[in-house]
Structures are given as C-alpha cells and as structure tokens.
C-alpha cells in the first residue's frame, strides 16, 4: 500500500515537472521573440531618416533662395500660349516681388553718384568630333575707344568716331569654325539684387551666358566689373509699364504710356546712367508699353543713337518692338522660351531642349531664365554637352549679328 503511495508520488512530481517544463519553452521563446523585437526598434530608430521620411510623404518642393523682387515676365489675360502663361501665373507673386523693388528703390537717390553705391529627347550624339572646349574670356577693356560720353546725367553710351558702338565694343568675342553649326544664346535676367543669386550666375555659368542686371541694384559697377571679368556679357534691365500698373509697379523711373516722350526720355537717361560696359537693355514687365508704337518709338531711336542692342522678351504678344527695331534698324532679337517659368529640373530641361529644336530649325535660338539654383544647376550641366550634340552655345551678341547680316 505504501509502495503505491510513494510510486503515485513520484508520477505526479514527474508530471508537474514536464508541465513546468513545458511552459517554460513558450515563456523563453516569448522573452526571445520580444528581445529580438526590441533590437529591431532600436536599429530602426538608430537609422531612422526623418527628412527622407518626410520627403516619402509629400512631393519634392523646390526651394528658391533668391530675392522677392525678382521680376517675372507678364502676360495679357487672352494669350494663346497657355502651357507657358499658365505656368507663369502659378510662381508670379508681384505684390511681394513689387513690394521689394520699392523698398529697394526709396533708398537709390538720384543722379549719377548712385551707381558707385515639350518633353522630347535631345537630339542623339553626332558621330562629327564635338566642338572644342570653351576657352576661358575675361572682357577687359579694349583698345578701341570706350563709347560713353560725359553727359550732365552721366557717363552714357554713344556713338563714337569711327562708328565703334557699345553693343559690339562690349560684345564677348565668339568665333566658330562651322558657320552653320547652330547657335543657342542664353539670358539670365533678375541679376543684382540678390547677392547669393548673382555670384552663383556670375561664378557658376559658362561666360557665354549672357546676364541681365537690374537698375535700382546697389554695387552694380562692382558687379559688372565682376560679370565682365568671368567673360559674360551684360543687358541693363529697363522698367517698362505693365497692364496692371500700379498694382505691379516696377519702380519709381518706370517708362509710361501716360508720360510725353521728353519725360520717358529723361527716365531712359537716370537707367542708362546706372552703370557701363553693356551691349543693351530688355524688359520683362512691359507688356503694355511694349504694345505702343507711339511710346516705343523715341525710346528706341534713343537706344539706336547709343548704338545698343534690343533683347524683345515677348512681354506681350501684341508687342511691337519687333517690326519697330527693324523699321529703325535697331540691332534686336527676339527670346524664344523662357525655360523657367516652372522651376523644376524636368521643366527646365525640356525647354533647353525644345531651344536646341528651335536653333537646329532656325539656325539660333535665344532662352532666357532666372537665377534660381535650379536653374543655374540645370543649365550649366546642359552647357557642358552642348558641343557634344553639335551646338554652340552663344553670346547674344553673336545671335544679334547673325540676324543683322540676313
């Protein structure tokens, strides 16, 4: 009796140990699992990439570091470009942009002393050898007489004996072996008030860009010194009045329609003054000044006696300068693409590339964009490899001379 006591005993303590046993293995592999877990948090927070994370959640935003006051170029409400004015109502901002040029603006004081203050591939590779290697050119003063006078107003362009004019004296030289390889100029307008985005233009873009500087810039002969000296040639930028002035208001020296011609002209003389060593002016804000022969005209007989250049931006569609600069023989030509009305790399690429279309069918094309970062980014890895592709990239200069022989 007692045996089976103690046998019956010794079976229980048996299966309460192989009971005992058999939790402890969930237990262990539950503490195992839950350690392995736990590792795997904390090598995930280690590693965790708060910006890429928010970059997976949204779409990519361009950021543009560069002044308000940069101006965009307008359009009329009935335009039938709508992919590109579309585009330009989507970044313009003028109540900002315009409210910059006034602040700016109210601290330039008159007079001369101021100025010291389509998604297609590009064409494939052609089998003929690339063009050479842009050669490094600095626009230093030339043996030939500077075309400027001293005139109560200032230091301004003219005409000087001999018929050396500014906008061929100031031209950034430009030689080809191929006269018939095609021709791109590129314009960089905004420059100048914006000191981050007008080093980057002037260090970063090939000299054979073409800059556009702003008037009510301040340091703009330190500027223009330094343009000229990476081998850019330089625009002046002239206010011309807008549909909706003065809600958009580019500054207190703007050319109206509503002024006589001798105040228009007296305006003219306080831009041109601004600085020296351009080729000749344009505008982005002129779309209904530009519509105005009557306006227009002795602006541009001035511009001719001064022997500059006219770069049309198409402000307005309805835009007369055009057939007026060729009626006075005013050394012009007109833009092609804007190519960054909307600042994206695939935006920008496509216009660069619908400009190598346009110059293989015209013979020349002219883009003009802004210093945005991506832009500048953009164009000059596009620039690189433009020989490649059996283009050559251009001073406006070479593009103006070029329509003047046809």
């Given at each position: ?372 970062p991506v832009t500048i980014e953009r164009v000059s890895r596009w620039a690189r490899a433009l020989g490649k592709r059996r283009y050559a990239l251009a001073p406006l200069s070479a593009v103006v001379k070029e329509v003047s022989q046809e």
């Amino acid at each position: 009796m007692a045996r089976r006591a103690r046998s019956r005993s010794r079976r229980n303590r048996r299966d309460r140990q192989d009971g005992e046993r058999r939790l402890d293995v969930p237990l262990i592999v539950g503490v195992a699992l839950f350690g392995i877990f736990l590792g795997l948090v904390g090598w995930a927070w280690l590693f965790f990439d708060q910006q890429a994370y928010e970059t997976a959640r949204k779409p990519p935003v361009v950021v543009v570091d560069i002044s308000p006051a940069l101006i965009i170029p307008e359009a009329e409400e009935d335009v039938e470009d709508k992919d590109v004015f579309d585009e330009e109502k989507e970044i313009a901002q003028p109540e900002e942009r315009t409210a910059e040029v006034r602040r700016t603006t109210e601290r330039v004081p008159d007079g001369p002393e101021s100025a010291e203050a389509s998604e297609e591939p590009a064409e494939p590779v052609s089998p003929l050898l690339p063009l050479p290697e842009e050669r490094e050119v600095t626009l230093a003063p030339t043996s030939q007489p500077d075309p400027v006078s001293n005139e109560p107003e200032g230091p301004l362009p003219v005409i000087v004996p001999g018929g050396h004019v500014a906008w061929q004296v100031h031209a950034r030289p430009f030689e080809i072996t191929d006269p018939g390889i095609p021709r791109v100029a590129l314009v960089i307008a905004g420059l100048g008030l914006s000191q981050a985005a007008t080093e980057a233009a002037i260090q970063q873009l090939p000299g054979a860009v073409t800059l556009v500087f702003v008037p009510y810039a301040h340091n703009l002969k330190d500027w223009i010194a330094q343009a000229r000296a990476a081998g850019h040639e330089v625009l002046l930028e002239l206010p011309m009045e807008p549909f909706d002035y003065p809600d958009r208001d580019p500054g207190p020296h703007t050319l109206l329609t509503t002024l006589d011609s001798e105040e228009n002209l007296a305006r003219l003389g306080w831009l041109l003054d601004r600085f020296t060593g351009y080729v000749g002016v344009t505008s982005f804000m002129g779309a209904k000044f530009t519509t105005s022969a009557e306006a227009m005209e002795p602006i541009f007989t001035e511009l001719n006696d001064r022997g500059l250049l006219y770069l049309d931006s198409k402000a307005s569609r309805n835009s007369v300068a055009s057939d007026l600069a060729n009626e006075l023989e005013l050394p012009s030509v007109t833009s092609d693409r804007f190519i960054d009305l909307q600042a994206s790399r695939m935006a920008i690429d496509a216009r660069l590339f619908e400009l190598e279309r346009i110059a293989k069918s015209a013979g020349k094309a002219v883009g003009v964009g802004f210093p945005y970062p991506v832009t500048i980014e953009r164009v000059s890895r596009w620039a690189r490899a433009l020989g490649k592709r059996r283009y050559a990239l251009a001073p406006l200069s070479a593009v103006v001379k070029e329509v003047s022989q046809e």
